[in-house]
């Protein structure tokens, strides 16, 4: 088994040695900046585990891995349109850096890219891998949908809310894991199985997001925390708060959410104590472990020899107790 | 043969189809709108056309043309927010009637669905036609970004301005003709001056649309003419005008393109004057026959008997000789 060291090393190579040297330029700058930017590379090292884990050969694998993880940064290209992100991984993002057009058209063309990258894989297993990727794709895209929707949506639920970020976050994880399995060569139902693990695995991850935003070490978060409460964005912890929240706490909460707070630190700290009288932190922690349990009940059934699960069963359990 | 007549009827019938009446109705609803606002079906109709030209079952193409036809109209919504347009076909553009970020997202599901449909492509053609579709994909972006540099540059050449109309419009009239050959069963060859024989009639229908935009009747034309003479932009006219313009002519033309002008229809009525005076219109035309004539002798090369082709030289003729 390759360890996480050496794939994502193979990741990093491979994404160094593409060629965006094309013209015109003011296309092709953004595209290597972006790439450029360092990120945790979870959508490659995922589909190259899986393909390592059924006993293929990882080159088959390379193309589908810079699809995914090319896919990805086009998505963020356009999320930070939609969402004015300015920062990006510590650094501007593109709209800021160049411009609204730039960041559309180059996102726009990384789409491309990554379709080609999907389609060179090896052998006759394209065009399967091509139906997974896609099918993930337009999912990305509604789930993206369904989170600007909620910004003005008035009765989010948590189930909502949880489907928002399976489509948003989740399946793309999930599409890796199962498009590197079929390039190893696993039957359908493994395949499905680890579809299965890495959905639930990228709840967890995105619940873990949520919790890190506001009940983080901001040393070694590498960014403000609070940034959620902030936009008054409807995470499972602001969810969850205005569901267990009664009388004078909801009160506060009320206020605290929809009145003009001109002190954002007030604010927050304010929100973090709501919270923490609720016990959010632990409730929250819970249900990361729910859906990492559960997570784990679907990689039980895939049928590889269990020291060939290992290296996922650690990054999986890296993901979880990550502290940024 | 079948008619350009029967072609068409059976695009809409086939774009009629298509169901989107999925959720989130916020992402699909600006989808079926842009792909019910109508337009010439020119990429899908060259597609089947194609197709039946070589003799092939115009069935097997349909999945394909739809997917250029949805690819098209998503580089249109991408396109009116990068060119500020409020109008697309008399009506409002997605990014006028909702906003930028749906225009956004709901052009990237589009690119998605469209990539779909091209794989929809039944038998063993699907990996081919992809690479033609993915290819002019690419293109079509760096066309665009072409496009939106040559606004602010100061030395666009006519040949710039040729290559720019060539990616941006061109190349995907061309994919549309080339993929549609190779599901008829053309060979290598015949499919490749199909493409080029598409390559010079989409410049020449390029070069005919500038025209329009000065010269034609605002009666057929269906929106008023000047446009591109109001935005400054550096179409052939005005680059040949400025090629061509001597002494006071030139000195006029950088007056009217360079001031603030404050009346609109005196700097276009002007700017009609100075390009009549230099013969654009002549100019333009000729360039448009040698266009015309150069696709024609591609289309010769053909391998198929003359019989096959008329009806889509009579569909070329029919785009030089337009009015609107």
Redesign the interface.
Request: aromatic share 8%; with cysteine.
């Given at each position: 088994m390759l360890s996480y060291k050496t794939i994502l090393g193979k990741i990093q190579h491979e994404l160094e040695n593409l060629d965006f040297t094309r013209?015109?330029e003011?296309?092709y700058e953004p595209i290597s900046y972006t790439l450029s930017l360092g990120g945790k590379r979870l959508r490659p090292v995922l589909c190259l585990m899986a393909c390592d884990m059924f006993g293929g050969e990882i080159e088959d694998a390379v193309p589908a891995a810079l699809g995914l993880e090319i896919f990805h940064n086009f998505t963020l290209l356009?999320d930070d349109?939609?969402d004015e992100a300015p920062i990006r991984r510590g650094k501007q993002s593109v709209y800021k850096k160049w411009n609204?057009?730039v960041a559309?058209?180059s996102?726009?063309?990384m789409?491309?890219?990554a379709?080609?990258q999907i389609?060179g894989t090896p052998g006759n297993m394209?065009?399967r891998v091509?139906?997974v990727f896609?099918q993930t794709?337009?999912e990305v895209?509604?789930g993206?949908?369904?989170d600007?929707?909620f910004e003005t949506a008035q009765n989010v639920s948590i189930d909502d809310y949880l489907e928002m970020i399976r489509l948003k976050t989740a399946v793309l994880l999930a599409g890796s894991l199962k498009i590197g399995a079929m390039i190893g060569g696993a039957g359908t139902e493994d395949a499905e199985n680890l579809y299965r693990f890495g959905e639930n695995i990228g709840i967890a991850f995105q619940l873990k997001d949520d919790l890190l935003d506001v009940f983080s070490d901001e040393q070694k978060f590498g960014k403000k925390t609070g940034g959620d409460i902030l936009t008054n964005k409807k995470t499972y912890l602001y969810l969850k708060a205005f569901e267990l929240a009664k009388g004078e706490t909801l009160e506060t909460l009320n206020i605290l959410f929809n009145g003009n707070q001109n002190n954002d630190t007030g604010k927050i700290k304010r929100v973090v104590e709501v919270y923490e009288q609720l016990n959010i932190n632990q409730v929250a922690g819970d249900l990361i472990d729910k859906y990492y349990q559960r997570a784990m009940s679907f990689l039980e059934k895939v049928n590889v020899d269990d020291s060939r699960k290992m290296e996922l069963i650690k990054f999986a359990e890296g993901l979880k107790g990550r502290e940024y």
């Open positions: 013209k015109p003011e296309l356009h349109i939609m609204t057009n559309i058209l996102g726009d063309t789409m491309a890219l379709y080609g389609m394209h065009s091509f139906q896609n794709a337009i895209c509604e993206q949908q369904y600007m929707d």
